[in-house]
């Protein structure tokens, strides 16, 4: 089993809709939880990131974990054709120097 | 406002070549990461860094070597380079320590062939 398994997708959805982009985990050890956009032919940027358990918003976006089910969610409201990109999430245990990535799920929002 | 510069953004070698790709950070970051992005396997960290004079082995190291002489530089050299080394290359620096310090910062990229 991976340490973090994420559906690549592709997902394609009409503008205005609510995405949800899911990752699991398996390492129980792991504290801190972030989303990274790419763009295409772009390198990642951080989107938002979380500390332990319990959701997060920022604007259109938010960001929830779930350390029970290990298990963490990114929700995009209204969604925008800008929003295409593939969404990375990562995570790391405290005490790490490195990152554990998913391998991205690529999202279009058609207008 | 720089961040991250990774140089060349594109690269063509042919097999039995060698290069270095270049990551320069203007953060004062300690920690310094290489990272390779292929279709399918998501990225995969070739070497990283701790600070000034240090590098450690990552998930994939095997074709590679990197040198960290100073702290805002971390080199990622391709002695013999093989078609399997064709990939995008992303160079990441985060912070030691501090509320934001798992926070990787990451580069635009290094388009490289290998025919």
């Known amino acids: 089993q991976k340490e973090v398994e994420q559906d690549p997708g592709p997902l394609s959805v009409p503008e205005g809709a609510i995405v949800s982009l899911n990752c699991t985990y398996s390492?129980?050890?792991?504290?801190?939880f972030m989303w990274y956009r790419q763009y295409s032919r772009k390198g990642p940027e951080l989107l938002m990131y979380t500390y332990s358990s319990g959701n997060k918003e920022d604007g259109r976006f938010t960001a929830q974990v779930d350390k029970s089910s290990k298990y963490i969610s990114l929700f995009i409201r209204d969604s925008q054709p800008s929003d295409s990109a593939t969404y990375l999430c990562a995570m790391k245990p405290g005490g790490s120097e490195k990152l554990v990535f998913g391998k991205g799920t690529k999202l279009t929002v058609n207008p | 406002n720089a961040g991250v510069t990774q140089t060349p953004k594109f690269r063509v070698l042919k097999t039995g070549q060698s290069m270095t790709l270049l990551c320069a950070q203007d953060m004062n970051h300690e920690y310094m990461y290489w990272y390779r992005q292929d279709p399918g396997m998501g990225l995969r960290l070739i070497h990283y860094?701790?600070?000034?004079?240090?590098?450690a082995k990552g998930e994939v190291p095997d074709g590679y070597n990197v040198s960290r002489l100073k702290k805002q530089n971390f080199l990622l050299g391709l002695e013999s380079a093989a078609p399997s080394q064709t990939s995008v290359y992303f160079c990441a620096s985060s912070r030691k320590s501090g509320g934001s310090a798992y926070i990787q910062y990451f580069g635009a990229g290094t388009r490289l062939s290998v025919l």
């Open positions: 860094s701790v600070g000034e004079g240090t590098t």
């Open positions: 390492n129980s050890a792991f504290q801190y």
